[in-house]
């Protein structure tokens, strides 16, 4: 499946400052019986968004119209415990392109760079000056570039770089999966083939 074209994004952030959140947070295993890549944003971080009735928490900040955008500002640590993909559909399905913290489990990072989202490794100096900002002000905006590899507080013009491996960039910058990735050479390969048989 396709996922969007990454290239600039300049969004207003989510901010969720909480550490050591795992996947069964982000997703819980009860709604990992689909198969499909669809409709699991209705259930991201869904214990801590909704009480036991279904009814929304005013107090967590997906329910706080304040915050908008396609970025989440995740605390340190975010993404660790179990393997599941389920984890970053949810996040993509809800809107978010773009994951910042100052740490990733591994495992999760890999996921978020074959489903379409961009993990961005920042500082933990860094990510404290974006909390901040953000605290500040609701409507501050970030503008991630994957092209430059930067992420930059556009209120205050501060900037950090960050790493990414230059397969899983070509791969979001042209909105493929390793496996679009095969099949947009399916002509080359052809060729190949043809030329070598």
């Not at 009480?51 to 970025?71: A, C, Q, R």
């Not at 501060?158 to 070509?170: G, P, Q, R, T, V």
Request: aromatic share 12%; net charge negative.
């Amino acid at each position: 499946m396709p996922y969007d074209k990454f290239n600039v994004l300049k969004s207003r952030v989510v901010p969720l400052p909480t550490e050591n959140v795992d996947t069964d947070q982000i997703i819980p295993a009860r709604f990992l019986k689909a198969t499909e890549r669809k409709g699991f944003g209705d259930n991201l971080f869904r214990d801590w968004r909704y009480d036991s009735e279904g009814n929304p928490k005013p107090d967590f900040v997906l329910n706080d119209p304040t915050y908008e955008g396609k970025i989440l500002l995740a605390g340190k640590n975010f993404g660790s415990g179990s393997s599941r993909e389920h984890a970053v559909w949810a996040i993509y399905d809800y809107g978010f392109r773009c994951v910042v913290s100052s740490f990733f489990a591994d495992i999760f990072k890999n996921n978020c760079l074959n489903i379409g989202v961009l993990p961005v490794t920042v500082s933990p100096e860094f990510a404290e000056e974006m909390f901040a900002e953000v605290e500040k002000d609701p409507h501050t905006e970030v503008e991630v570039d994957i092209d430059k590899q930067t992420i930059t507080v556009l209120s205050t013009g501060k900037s950090e770089s960050f790493d990414i491996n230059a397969y899983k960039k070509e791969n979001l910058k042209n909105g493929f999966d390793d496996i679009d990735y095969l099949l947009n050479l399916r002509e080359d390969i052809q060729t190949f083939a043809a030329k070598n048989a």
